[in-house]
């Protein structure tokens, strides 16, 4: 099984000619270099060869999207280049279902968040700080050799510390540092874990350490006892990234005191790069543990969802309330990953990148604010609707999408995670659905303040979105609406790689078969894909039985 | 050492009564680093002494560089030896004998290890020299007894790492040492370099004296002072009343723990490195620090490797010692050059855990993480000597306030080699920390593997802080990105080269690791038997090619 899991996996080597993984990578590190090299005393000439760059790494990414083989589960356009030979470190670099919308993701983002926000000062270091993040970014999706992996995972750390401590708000060292030594931390035990997992499992030649990522999976040499362990290495680096309860006070301090490229980034990439190595790091590398784990890190993901809305309601600055939604709405993602069926992990890629485009929106809005009123508290703001009714009418359906009002791509998201949860574990999602209407209570009353009313003095004024701005958010509203009504061909191209993903968890651990409902298929007309899957799932019911587990 | 030497003179008489006495022989190639630097230094001293007041500015200086560049290039054909080559680029060798070997009567052995040391500790007398060009001007110290000095002791590094005999070691130890401790109260006008010259002086005659305490029992406890003898002997035979070679072992691991200033033994370190010549810290981080690790690596793991369960866990815990405590106590510093020793004491914990792996992989990691360690500290430092401004004294941490906006250059190369001691990724510091603690997961100390990394974390937030103190404050929120050339710093060119080179290197090494990884691999320390040539140098004077007089076995 795991034979044929390979070959599935390198398939699609060589599909396609042109080096578009590397690209993606060099494209914006290029651009960094070349505008670090640039002078300081013509700040317009960087930030246009940001702009470029950002915009020719987002071409490149929907390139790729169109190029991706929809069915394929296994890893596409992989190249490979040895590295450090002695170790088996290799640029390997591939991307399956999973780490595709990601990739887009981020190169929709990045121009988006170059467009919607310009430094205060120093534009030359922002715009390379910026761009550096980016190729980082795209490194670490695309990675399939650990240690890349992790080197991408952790070079994010510097511009993003850079771009919050120099070009932030406030107390924006202190934001900055917190920031740099919390993750730094939980990276350091990411990194043990990764060298004891390279040694012990001895895939290189001979037995020797290998870092080479579809090497490591087919070995099968940990005892269970350190897979578990190596698997808590890697899973608090990665709830520090997400960020799970209780490794989450870094997040609203490094929200609140960023700059709004900054925020749009941190929260609409970097925080997925915790989900996304929880999947790829975490379920597959480490079936058995995962399996064992998976209650402890429901229970976590539940109280996130709870606990991140109560106090973002509790909140008195805008941007602080959207960073402990981003506690909530990743705690989705985080509880449709161990709900460990295929709704579940669907639902939960579908969350990052959903909650990647609000969330990105979101801030954006909430720079378009501060540039007006240079403040994010919610007591100084009131009836903005009246004075800037589209600012306010964006803000209105980006904050429906946010909350998960059907027809907008919120929805879709939290409703597979939910359901997934619900098949596995119906009670963690009964109170994780509380969650929503938390979501919807927090933003309807930061909405109720700040844009109902009439608009004192010092709002009067507010003017309403430029064109430049409008500009800036139509391609966000659009995929908003899109993800909405229509997410099927994201579906589509996710589900073939998750149902690899759950496969081999099955095969992997023993006595562990994947949680769905008998009648699945009553349950999951919501999506044509889903329905195609659950079909076959159950059949697969028929045969062994398996009930939800609860 | 010298039992040895007697043993292999043997006067034999001879028909015609003559008395034909053999000494060890020689391969002068192979001392040919060591010579280079030894003469080179004397003949700087010689020669100054007759130029006086008529030397060109720079001259030591670039002598100093082009004697260091020949002593690392003489080691280029041994390396080939030691390594089986048969080329060296378009010269064709033809090897007699390859692989690592003994000589100077089993004095000295030549292996990859002490070859990469050599080479390290070159590379430490260039950053030294040019480091200190413009601030020996600057602090009108100008004259050759700095560059002479640090030639001197990287003689002593170098026999320290080529060092097959404890003898020998304490050598080199004593001749690295002594030159040090002049360097460190070099500054006459500063009382804090004096203070330090002495309190150098005193504390490391005393870790010498414990060091050749040491010595004295191993011998008592082994027979030998012989790398190869003590380590045949330890695979022969089963110490039962081992008291004397535990207490030889734990007293020369003080002695050599001192040098590198692992915790406890490191409280002289903050306020030598604070008083000393910044220049001369430089050296003393990185080429004292190479020696001495040097001799870690020969004693314990080549020559007492296979009675590692002993000294193993004394070492562990030494290394935890030093990574956490250096690393606590770095950041409540609030000069920079304090900060920087503290830290250099957590690094020392590092070279520590590969050591304790006891492994070919830990001497790799060891290799590889002093050789980094000497571009990453020389060029910190080489910072440090340009901010320090006339009269070596401005090492606070409010002195790099803005140094973004006057030296943006400066800053920006100071923040590359910080980044890269806090082992960020793509510079060659995340490298030797990761095979650092690939050599401790691989000998299944994970714990110590995750301390090391916890405490690299808690170090980070030392950089963090004088990378803020230069880059995010100083003024610059809400202005433009004004270089200010008002308070802008001189850099000397020859200061400049070197922080150049130790960031190109830095981050050379750190995108294409394999380069120096390759070498650090080769480097492996060999306990090889000194072999009496058949046809050894006779002090007779005739009948030598008789060959009687050999001592061989």
């Known amino acids: 099984m795991t ?106 983002l990045f121009p988006i968040a170059l467009f919607a926000a310009k430094p205060e000062h120093s534009p030359k270091g922002y715009y390379a700080w910026l761009t550096l993040l980016m190729a980082g970014c795209m490194g670490a999706f695309l990675s399939l050799d650990l240690f890349l992996f992790f080197l991408m995972f952790e070079i994010t750390l510097v511009p993003l510390y850079m771009l919050i401590g120099k070009w932030g708000h406030g107390r924006r060292v202190y934001a900055a540092t917190k920031f740099f030594l919390y993750t730094m931390l939980g990276s350091a035990f990411m990194l043990v874990s990764i060298v004891t997992l390279a040694v012990l499992a001895g895939a290189g030649d001979k037995g020797g350490v290998s870092f080479d990522f579809t090497k490591i999976i087919a070995t099968d040499n940990l005892a269970t006892s350190t897979g578990r362990w190596l698997f808590l290495g890697m899973a608090i680096a990665f709830a520090v990234k997400v960020p799970s309860f209780p490794f989450h006070t870094w997040l609203p301090d490094a929200h609140t005191e960023a700059p709004t490229a900054g925020s749009i980034d941190l929260a609409g990439i970097l925080l997925k790069l915790g989900t996304y190595g929880f999947l790829r790091y975490g379920l597959e ?210 589900a073939p790689s998750v149902k690899r993903v759950v496969t081999r968890l099955e095969v992997q651990v023993d006595g562990f078969h994947e949680p769905i409902t008998r009648n699945g298929a009553d349950l999951l007309h919501i999506t044509e894909s889903s329905h195609t899957l659950t079909g076959e799932h159950a059949l697969g019911v028929a045969t062994n039985g398996q009930g939800a587990n609860q | 050492m010298i039992a040895s030497l007697l043993a292999q003179v043997p006067i034999e008489p001879i028909d015609s009564g003559i008395v034909h006495v053999a000494g060890p022989s020689i391969d002068w190639l192979a001392l040919l680093p060591m010579l280079i630097l030894l003469v080179g230094g004397l003949l700087t001293l010689t020669f100054s002494s007759f130029l006086k007041k008529h030397a060109p500015k720079r001259l030591f200086t670039w002598t100093t560089v082009a004697i260091a560049v020949a002593a690392a290039i003489s080691v280029v054909p041994m390396w080939a030896r030691v390594q089986g080559w048969n080329s060296v680029l378009w010269w064709n060798l033809d090897q007699a004998h390859t692989g690592p070997f003994s000589t100077a009567g089993g004095a000295v052995g030549i292996d990859g290890f002490s070859l990469f040391i050599t080479v390290v500790l070159c590379a430490g007398v260039v950053l030294a020299a040019l480091l200190a060009d413009g601030f020996l001007r600057r602090e009108s110290m100008s004259g050759p007894e700095f560059y002479v000095l640090v030639l001197l002791s990287a003689v002593g590094g170098v026999i320290m790492a080529m060092s097959n005999d404890l003898i020998v070691l304490f050598i080199g130890l004593e001749t690295l040492s002594i030159a040090v401790y002049v360097l460190a109260g070099m500054n006459l006008r500063r009382v804090q370099s004096q203070e330090s010259g002495l309190k150098y002086f005193i504390l490391g005659a005393f870790s010498s004296a414990f060091l050749l305490y040491g010595i004295a029992m191993l011998y008592g406890a082994t027979g030998s002072t012989n790398f190869v003898d003590i380590r045949d002997f330890m695979a022969a035979v089963v110490p039962i009343h081992n008291g004397l070679l535990l207490l030889g072992l734990v ?303």
Request: with cysteine; aromatic share 10%.
């Open chain 1, 3 to 108: 034979a044929s899991l390979l070959s599935s996996v390198f398939a699609s080597e060589g599909a396609s000619s042109f080096p578009i993984l590397p690209a993606l990578i060099f494209v914006p590190m290029i651009g960094a270099v070349l505008i670090a090299l640039m002078p300081s005393s013509r700040p317009e000439l960087s930030r246009q060869m940001a702009i470029i760059t950002a915009l020719l790494t987002g071409i490149l990414s929907i390139a790729l999207l169109i190029e991706f083989k929809t069915d394929d589960a296994g890893f596409q356009f992989v190249v490979q280049q040895t590295w450090v030979q002695s170790l088996d470190i290799k640029f390997f670099l591939g991307v399956d279902g999973i780490s595709l919308f990601l990739v887009v993701l981020t190169g929709i």
């Open chain 2, 251 to 553: 007293l020369v691991l003080v002695g050599l723990a001192f040098k590198i200033s692992a915790v406890p033994f490191h409280a002289w370190s903050p306020d030598v490195y604070d008083g000393a010549p910044t220049p001369a810290t430089a050296w003393m981080a990185s080429g004292v620090k190479a020696a001495a690790v040097a001799g870690l690596v020969r004693v314990f793991m080549l020559t007492f490797s296979n009675y590692a369960s002993t000294w193993k866990p004394i070492v562990y815990v030494l290394a935890i010692l030093s990574m956490v405590i250096g690393a606590a106590l770095a950041i409540v510093q609030s000069n920079v050059k304090r900060m920087l020793a503290y830290s250099s004491i957590s690094h020392a914990g590092f070279i520590l855990m590969a050591i304790e792996a006891n492994s070919t992989n830990g001497i790799t990691a060891a290799a590889f993480y002093v050789a980094v360690y000497t571009f990453m500290v020389a060029g910190s430092f080489g910072v440090a000597t340009i901010v320090g401004r006339k009269g070596d004294g401005n090492h606070q941490l409010s002195d790099y306030k803005g140094l973004v906006r006057s030296n943006p250059w400066l800053a920006g190369s100071f923040i590359v080699l910080l980044l890269a001691q806090a082992g960020v990724p793509f510079t060659a510091g995340f490298f030797a920390k990761f095979l650092a603690i690939t050599a401790a997961a691989d000998a299944h100390a994970v714990p110590l593997a995750i301390i090391a990394m916890v405490s690299a974390v808690i170090s980070a937030f030392l950089y963090l802080r004088i990378i803020v103190a230069m880059f995010m404050s100083g003024g610059d929120d809400g202005t433009e990105d004004v270089i200010d050339r008002s308070k802008r710093l001189r850099v000397p060119f020859a200061a400049s080269l070197a922080i150049g080179i130790c960031v190109v290197v830095t981050v050379g090494y750190g995108i294409f690791p394999d380069l120096l990884l390759h070498p650090a691999r080769n480097a492996t320390p060999a306990a090889v038997q000194f072999e009496r040539p058949t046809d050894s140098i006779n002090l007779g004077s005739a009948g030598s090619s008789s060959g009687s007089t050999t001592a061989g076995r």
């Open chain 1, 285 to 494: 590398l480490f079936p058995e543990a995962t399996v064992w784990f998976a209650p402890v890190m429901l229970t976590l993901a539940t109280i996130g969802v709870v606990y991140g809305g109560i106090v973002a309601a509790m909140q008195r600055n805008l941007k602080r309330l959207v960073a402990y939604s981003s506690v909530a709405h990743m705690g989705f993602a985080l509880m449709g990953l161990f709900a460990l069926n295929v709704e579940g992990i669907e639902g939960s890629v579908l969350q990052m990148i959903n909650h990647g485009i609000t969330t990105g929106a979101l801030f954006i809005l909430l720079g378009f604010l501060y540039t007006r009123r240079h403040t994010y508290e919610i007591s100084q703001l009131k009836g903005i609707a009246k004075v800037a009714p589209i600012f306010a009418g964006v803000f209105t359906l980006v904050m429906l999408a946010s909350i998960g009002v059907p027809g907008l791509n919120g929805f879709v998201g939290e409703f597979l995670v939910l359901l997934g949860t619900f098949i596995a574990h119906r009670w963690w999602a009964v109170i994780a659905a509380t969650g929503v209407i938390i979501a919807a209570l927090y933003l309807l009353w930061a909405y109720q303040r700040v844009f109902q009313g009439e608009p004192d003095e010092a709002n009067k004024t507010f003017p309403d979105l430029k064109i430049s701005e409008k500009l800036v958010m139509v391609p966000l509203v659009g995929l908003i609406i899109f993800l909405g009504i229509y997410p099927k061909p994201v579906l589509d191209r996710i």
